[in-house]
């Protein structure tokens, strides 16, 4: 069993800045992408920024400039730097890796964290 666990989120006034983490931990024979969703009250979970594992990225229009999304795959961690942050980027922001489990064959799946809330209020 793979478990992604996120940490990181809270409150902050706009303009300031926060940095989240992921963790995998499992049985864990390889990670491919490892990205971040998020899901604010009333609309559909949209993409973030997604990672390779050898570290192309790629972010929503919204975040590029502000956004920063790296990985350690010593550690099976990704990271999010946030920074500018917008009453707009209110959301819960969710981990999501593209997991190869050990003994699984090769065959990859579709993993995602709890969710963690971020919220950008004066």
């Known amino acids: 069993q793979v478990q992604l666990v996120e940490s990181g989120g809270g409150l902050v006034q706009p303009g300031g800045s926060l940095r989240l983490s992921c963790a995998a931990s499992?049985?864990?024979?390889?990670?491919?992408?490892m990205g971040w969703y998020r899901q604010a009250p009333g609309k559909q979970r949209e993409l973030v920024a997604r990672?390779?594992?050898?570290?192309?990225?790629n972010y929503a229009d919204f975040v590029k400039g502000r956004f920063t999304i790296s990985r350690d795959n010593a550690k099976n961690t990704v990271y999010l730097q946030m920074n500018s942050l917008k009453v707009e980027d209110t959301a819960v922001y969710y981990c999501?890796?593209?997991?190869?489990?050990?003994?699984?064959?090769?065959?990859?799946?579709?993993?995602w964290g709890q969710g963690t809330q971020v919220t950008v209020s004066s």
């Open positions: 999501n890796a593209d997991v190869v489990p050990e003994g699984g064959g090769g065959r990859s799946y579709d993993v």
């Open positions: 990672i390779t594992k050898r570290g192309s990225t």
């Open positions: 499992g049985s864990i024979f390889s990670i491919y992408a």
